[in-house]
T-cell receptor, first 114, second 109 residues
Framework: DVKVTQSSRYLVKRTGEKVFLECVQD?????MFWYRQDPGLGLRLIYF???????EKGDIPEGYSVSREKKERFSLILESASTNQTSMYLC?????????????FGPGTRLLVL | DQQVKQNSPSLSVQEGRISILNCDYT??????FLWYKKYPAEGPTFLIS?????DKNEDGRFTVFLNKSAKHLSLHIVPSQPGDSAVYFC????????FGTGTRLKVLA
């Protein structure tokens, strides 16, 4: 079974803080993704990576950066957290960069920025 | 502009009856479609998928139908069970997916 884990289930941070969200997958997947989920907006792609040290912007990358130093780990960084980044953050991975690949999700991190 | 739409934010169905969840998309280049189920405080779990070369895929109680000319897919759950109560997301794309806004299904016992 694919396992995608996220470092925290709940986080509370203050405006302006630097925030790190970590995601680890244990199935040697090439692709990893970060989404945020907000009511009425569904899941929106922030960034994704199809290889170590490679990254591509998703639909809403502003205010975020990512790091992928190892194949199994993909980090989402909020350089200076703002209240509009309060959200549920979901990490996902998929096997290869081809068509028809199912994405597997972690449990999510609920971030509150005060 | 929302490329993948789920126009019904919620749906209530009696236990044992059929649940039909709908999804519309705008990009004719999308060639893979998935349905995910999400319980509160958990990540989405993959439910069923269909590629653009098919018009139907079944897995137990779950069937997905794809109408490419109408750019429409639907998920049928028969019979519906209380444990099916969750938020359902459709997704469309190739290796990168665009998700709909979700439909909250409530199955009444």
């Amino acid at each position: 079974d694919v396992k995608v884990t996220q470092s925290s289930r709940y986080l509370v941070k203050r405006t302006g803080e630097k925030v790190f969200l970590e995601c680890v997958q244990d199935m040697d997947h090439e692709n990893m993704f970060w989404y945020r989920q907000d009511p009425g907006l569904g899941l929106r792609l922030i960034y994704f990576s199809y290889d170590v040290k490679m990254k591509e912007k998703g639909d809403i990358p502003e205010g975020y950066s990512v790091s992928r130093e190892k194949k199994e780990r993909f980090s989402l960084i909020l350089e200076s957290a703002s209240t509009n980044q309060t959200s549920m953050y979901l990490c996902a991975s998929s096997l290869v960069r081809g068509v028809w690949e199912t994405q597997y999700f972690g449990p999510g991190t609920r971030l509150l920025v005060l | 502009d929302q490329q993948v739409k789920q126009n019904s934010p919620s749906l209530s169905v009696q236990e044992g009856r059929i649940s039909i969840l709908n999804c519309d998309y705008t990009n004719s280049m999308f060639d893979y479609f998935l349905w995910y189920k999400k319980y509160p405080a958990e990540g989405p779990t993959f439910l069923i998928s269909i590629s653009s070369i098919k018009d139907k895929n079944e897995d137990g109680r779950f069937t997905v139908f794809l109408n490419k000319s109408a750019k429409h897919l639907s998920l049928h759950i028969v019979p519906s069970q209380p444990g099916d109560s969750a938020v359902y997301f459709c997704a469309a794309g190739t290796y990168k997916y665009i998700f709909g806004t979700g439909t909250r299904l409530k199955v009444l016992a």
